[in-house]
């Protein structure tokens, strides 16, 4: 099972940034995917999801109206695109799978939003 984040960075407050999650190792049309992130001195936190078809989301109230989770099961990705960023979205996020019991994470990729 591989889950592989990128798309993170440097980023000035006010900007935007896609992240995306390349699975692989497992049948991904059939799992929920998440994005979660961890700042330092602060525990992991849910910031997305989305079921395995698609068809519903879910998201902390910090990010609402911000950030935008979707998947693309014929690629097996999914992404998070994240507008409006501001300092404390700074953070490592982190890919999730889950079904049934079963979770698998990314390696995270770090997101920086400073001027």
């Known amino acids: 099972v591989q889950l592989v984040e990128s798309g993170g960075g440097l980023v000035q407050p006010g900007g935007s940034l896609r992240l995306s999650c390349s699975a692989a190792?497992?049948?991904?049309?059939?799992?929920?995917m998440s994005w979660y992130r961890q700042a330092p001195g602060k525990e992991r936190e849910l910031v997305a999801g989305?079921?395995?078809?698609?068809?519903?989301?879910n998201y902390a109230e910090s990010v609402k109206g911000r950030f935008t989770i979707s998947r693309d099961n014929a690629k097996n990705t999914v992404y998070l695109q994240m507008n409006s960023l501001k300092p404390d979205d700074t953070a490592v996020y982190y890919c999730?799978?889950?079904?049934?019991?079963?979770?698998?994470w990314g390696q995270g990729t770090q997101v920086t939003v400073s001027s």
């Open positions: 999730n799978a889950h079904f049934l019991g079963r979770n698998y």
């Open positions: 190792g497992f049948t991904f049309s059939t799992y929920g």
């Open positions: 989305i079921t395995s078809g698609g068809g519903r989301t």
